[in-house]
């Protein structure tokens, strides 16, 4: 944008592009008391709206606080750089090496943030057997290179000696998102199969042997339930696939025509018509998914491929297989931690430009510019150098799974391979926004506490909400602001709910493609019913799943005590629990007796006194186990979903619940400093801030509180301040750096708001009058990055 320095350049992010703008140009000029008054209303117009959720929504705003808390990454901005600079993990490159020699495969990893947040956090129930593990399953391609897949115009160029031994065209299927292949004719080896030959007429398909009406959901169902596999003791050489792989056709077609003349009577006008009776029928080998699956679970994995992938043979042995799936965990003796993987045999192919047309020229995806900046926000991008022509020069892969019907029989599914973009998906997720990503990982720990138990693999999955994420991104890339999480992921949950209760989840690549489609309806209900129960009361459902994430390492940041949280929210008698001294209110009243006798009566008064100072204690010291038992205890607090949130917060309610904030971001504030970068911690100082200005003015009880708070904050920031300046100052050579503005996000004693300056942020995340603290403050607008055209 042309900015000349890092206080102009906060300011011109704000700024509107019309002529408002004009006098803001000379603002590093002008007096410094009419830069800090215009500060000091942008964070009052952002503390007004944190009161506005406090007072009139109780449940989004600690929903927001209680998001902003969370953290799965150490220093998201390096996390997102490397990703979006590396085609592959350092892993997925090592493991490369030994397949392409030992096996004649490669690996792909897509789920590339997904290794960063399991070196972070693990997943682990409440109770005495909960195991820890992974959030997520890790995702293995295993694309085999014996088979290549070449377009059709294309003539085959290798000889049996050389790799790959099998050629083969993709032939369309009946449904969007699946194909055949087809071998190339006069390609080697073919193996003939017995088992598979039949007398096939592609124009008119036989059909099914049951009816619909006679089939239910517990086919597909038994199909989704992972069974153990089946070690194969006849193996053969793994330079080839087996017969079992490949289906002979025989395919009625038109008989070519035969010309003959007679010549002995050139008289003759017209040719005598005659058949060839091997024309009627020729033969065509398809490669089967069914049994290439089968050879590849209960051959290739359990012998040799299981090992070389890293699995121990306990591993493979307890490994279970659906359709396109291997399912096989790994124990971390170390950490014990479980870490499950989704092994899936695949076979690469170019990008598939028939079946992803729409994607490419979709015409109803959204473009927004910000009025105030001129930026243009669209994702993905699109036109030469974009995000979509890279995703168009990535391959694509074919996994051994056909098409399965809710109902009936697909009679060619054994045939079909379906359509899986891992390189494309890996490219989307390492650009999205640092909220995005947040969003999808949160998302994800609800379904694995609340929906992955029951449905298993029969209902809404992990991809499934990868794929809703997209579509989200897509919708507005903009609109994702850190401070106000919460509120965006209510809606993000909300439009989830919506395709489930439709049964419509679009393939992101394949719109065409329904990823609900083959789905028992009573397991999309089920998740449609957990989301709506969420939506109605968010609070408990966000603290119990979030509860079951553990941070794998003592030097990551400190987590929020959710059950002191919890219970300073459903607690009716927060006075008392906050000061037991107040315990006195509730002492029951003791019968009083009058006497005649002045000494009777005195000693009667005293008497009286003992008692209740004994009930006093007595309940002082009741209140100060049950806190103790909270602390100590960490899974003792049973969360009540349906137990609704209080609409409105007592006085002393918002004093816990502010109080239990403050904390939590001053220590992310100076952690951050530490993990990640200063203006993250200075933009977790800053959202502490906010808050202790809301506590001073809730009630003026609450002023020592506040200026505890203040000190605090003031201190933490000055380490942070001093940090910059030797940074400064040996990044200039020792020379002495120039003099900073003295803006402070504490307080000074007339209770005035100071404004972080020089801090950054993502400019994907700005909200008209609000957004900008996002990422810790404010800071220019990017129009060089990749969702912005």
């Known amino acids: 944008m042309g900015n000349k320095g890092s206080t102009k350049a906060t300011f011109n992010s704000k700024l509107p592009t019309d002529g408002k703008s004009k006098g803001y140009e000379d603002l590093e000029e002008r007096d410094i008391n009419i830069r800090i008054e215009s500060i000091q209303r942008d964070d009052m117009l952002v503390i007004n709206v944190i009161k506005k959720e406090l007072k009139e929504n109780v449940s989004v705003f600690i929903l927001n606080n209680l998001i902003m808390g969370t953290q799965f990454f150490g220093d998201h901005r390096e996390v997102i750089t490397r990703l979006q600079h590396v085609s592959a993990s350092p892993q997925e490159k090592e493991m490369n090496k030994t397949l392409l020699k030992d096996e004649t495969m490669e690996c792909t990893y897509p789920d590339a943030i997904v290794d960063e947040v399991n070196k972070n956090v693990v997943f682990r129930p409440p109770g005495e057997f909960g195991e820890s593990e992974t959030l997520v399953s890790k995702r293995i391609y295993v694309i085999n290179d014996l088979i290549e897949v070449v377009n059709s115009g294309e003539i085959p160029q290798y000889t049996s000696i050389d790799k790959p031994c099998y050629q083969a065209k993709i032939e369309e299927a009946g449904k969007k998102g699946y194909v055949k292949l087809l071998q190339v004719e006069k390609n080697s080896p073919i193996v003939k199969s017995m088992e598979y030959d039949i007398y096939y007429d592609n124009a008119t398909p036989g059909p099914s042997s049951r009816s619909d009406s006679e089939y239910d959901y517990s086919s597909i169902t038994e199909l989704r339930t992972p069974k153990p596999i089946e070690v194969s003791d006849n193996i053969e050489r793994r330079d080839t696939l087996p017969g079992s792989c490949f289906t002979h056709i025989s395919v009625a077609c038109e008989p070519k025509k035969i010309l003959k003349n007679d010549d002995d009577n050139d008289d003759e006008e017209e040719d005598t018509d005659e058949f060839d009776v091997e024309d009627f029928t020729k033969e065509l080998v398809y490669i089967n998914s069914n049994g290439f699956m089968k050879y590849f679970q209960n051959g290739l994995f359990p012998t040799t491929l299981g090992k070389s992938l890293g699995f121990n043979e306990e591993a493979i042995k307890a490994a279970k297989a659906i359709p396109g799936k291997i399912f096989c965990d790994e124990f971390d003796t170390q950490t014990e931690v479980n870490r499950p993987f989704e092994v899936i045999p695949a076979v690469a192919i170019p990008w598939p430009e028939d079946q992803t047309i729409e994607f490419v020229y979709r015409e109803d995806r959204p473009t927004i510019v910000d009025t105030r900046t001129g930026t ?89 909400i990868r794929t809703h994420m997209f579509w989200e991104c897509e919708r507005d890339y903009r609109s994702w602001p850190e401070h106000r999480l919460g509120t965006k992921l209510l809606k993000v949950i909300k439009n989830l709910q919506r395709r489930l209760f439709l049964g419509v989840c679009p393939d992101y690549f394949i719109k065409e493609r329904n990823l609900f489609e083959n789905i028992p309806k009573k397991y999309l209900n089920y998740a449609q019913k957990l989301l709506l129960d969420m939506l109605a009361n968010p609070v408990p459902f966000f603290i119990k799943a979030l509860k079951n994430l553990r941070y794998s390492s003592g030097k990551f940041y400190t987590p929020l005590n959710l059950e002191i949280l919890y219970k300073k929210i459903i607690t009716k008698s927060t006075a008392i629990q906050d000061n037991p001294q107040l315990a006195c209110s509730v002492v029951p009243q003791l019968k009083r007796r009058i006497y005649k006798d002045p000494d009777r009566m005195v000693q009667h008064l005293k008497e009286l006194k003992r008692k209740e100072r004994i009930i006093k204690d007595r309940l002082r010291h009741r209140e100060q186990q049950k806190n103790k038992d909270v602390e100590d205890g960490a899974n003792k607090i049973d969360i009540d979903l349906e137990e609704p949130i209080d609409k409105e917060l007592d006085t002393w309610k918002i004093r816990s619940v502010l109080s239990i904030f403050i904390e939590n971001f001053i220590a992310l504030g100076k952690e951050s400093a530490n993990l990640a970068t200063i203006s993250q911690g200075l933009f977790y100082f800053k959202q502490a801030t906010y808050l202790a200005k809301i506590l001073e003015d809730s009630s003026g009880a609450f002023l020592e509180d506040t200026r505890l708070w203040r000190r605090i904050i003031a201190k933490e920031e000055a380490i942070i301040k001093r940090k910059i300046i030797r940074v400064s100052s040996h990044a200039t050579g020792g020379s002495k750096p120039r003099t900073p503005i003295r803006n402070s996000s504490s307080f000074n004693e007339g209770s005035k708001l100071k404004f972080i300056s020089g801090t950054t942020t993502n400019s994907s995340n700005f909200e008209k009058g609000e957004s900008y603290i996002q990422n810790g403050a404010l800071n220019s607008k990017k129009k060089t990055v990749a969702f912005v055209e």
């Open 376 to 464: 243009i926000y669209k994702w993905p991008t699109s036109g030469p150098g974009s995000m979509i022509e890279e995703i168009q020069n990535m391959t694509a892969v074919l996994v051994p799974k056909g098409y399965a019907k809710k109902k009936g029989v697909n009679e060619h599914e054994s045939l079909e391979w379906e359509i899986n973009f891992p390189k494309a998906e890996r490219y989307l997720e390492a650009r999205m926004s640092h909220a995005q990503m947040k969003c999808m990982l949160l998302l994800l720990t609800l379904h694995k506490t609340f929906i992955a138990p029951v449905t298993q693999q029969n209902g809404l999955l992990p991809e499934h």
